[in-house]
């Protein structure tokens, strides 16, 4: 089927200009031979929600969301799916008729990172070290697959306790203190805070006495390969990088914006040449 001519989309936030989104996005696009172009516009907070809506009649296929609006443009849309209402927040708008439809790929992107990353078994347990919009999309991703245990651990524990109220009354709150003593006994340990980016700051997680089968990931990819990840890579563990995830929520937003399969192109390589690393 023909698709229209010269498709919108972008990434919106505040600020943006370090999303690596349009590089993957532009990547499927000339793969795909779409007249289509995909760009980053940066949205003061206060202007958001107008700016949502005039792009929504502006003829653009859609937005990718990053923060701080995904609040706001779950609140803004005339339609929500079931699993941004769960998590609180959406990160895709695709525009119709000038209606906003509201839908949160983080979710899937995260399982299919980690499949992309060769880890297809559901495990047993996990710790989720964060407690903020990212964690809830994270442990929504665990509770969709069906993980019974589910401990969570936060600087600030409140919002820990929050989190857990909000989504999993039954989940485990660690202290901060604690979080290595629990990282023994689960099968995966997910790094959902900034801890690690751009090399600032340490989640100080021992991996001495974990578990053989234990799955460590991290969300931040810049730089792609933390401390956090080395650390657990020295002590023979399974490591997933945060650009398995960037490029996992990447996929449902281009076929809801362009009406296409993505092509089969791996972003990667573009992807850690522009962060200036070694895979």
Request: proline content about 5%.
């Amino acid at each position: 089927m023909r698709q229209p001519d010269n498709q919108h989309a972008a990434v919106t936030g505040y600020p943006v200009s370090h999303s690596l989104s349009p590089l993957i996005m532009s990547q499927w696009i000339n793969a795909a031979g779409l007249d289509a172009v995909y760009d980053k516009i940066e949205i003061p907070p206060n202007d958001a929600a107008q700016s949502f809506q005039t792009h929504a009649r502006s003829g653009m296929v859609g937005v990718n969301v990053t923060m701080p609006h995904k609040e706001l443009a779950l609140d803004i849309a005339h339609s929500v799916t079931d699993r941004a209402r769960r998590v609180g927040a959406a990160n895709r708008l695709v525009f119709r008729n000038g209606e906003i439809h509201a839908d949160n790929t983080d979710v899937p992107g995260y399982q299919a990172g980690l499949q992309d990353a060769g880890i297809a078994d559901r495990p047993d347990s996990v710790l989720i070290l964060g407690a903020g919009g990212a964690a809830r999309a994270i442990m929504c991703s665990y509770l969709e697959a069906g993980v019974d245990r589910i401990l969570i651990s936060n600087r600030t524990r409140e919002r820990a306790v929050t989190l857990a109220k909000d989504l999993c009354p039954n989940a485990e709150i660690i202290d901060w203190d604690n979080r290595s003593d629990a990282a023994r006994t689960v099968g995966h340990v997910v790094n959902v805070t900034a801890l690690g980016l751009n090399g600032k700051g340490e989640l100080g997680i021992d991996f001495s006495a974990v578990r053989s089968d234990l799955v460590v990931i991290d969300t931040v990819y810049a730089p792609l390969n933390t401390r956090f990840l080395q650390a657990a890579h020295s002590s023979g563990l399974r490591t997933v990088d945060g650009l398995r995830m960037l490029v996992g929520q990447a996929r449902p937003s281009f076929e809801a914006f362009f009406g296409v399969s993505v092509p089969q192109l791996d972003p990667r390589p573009a992807l850690i040449e522009a962060l200036g690393e070694q895979a």
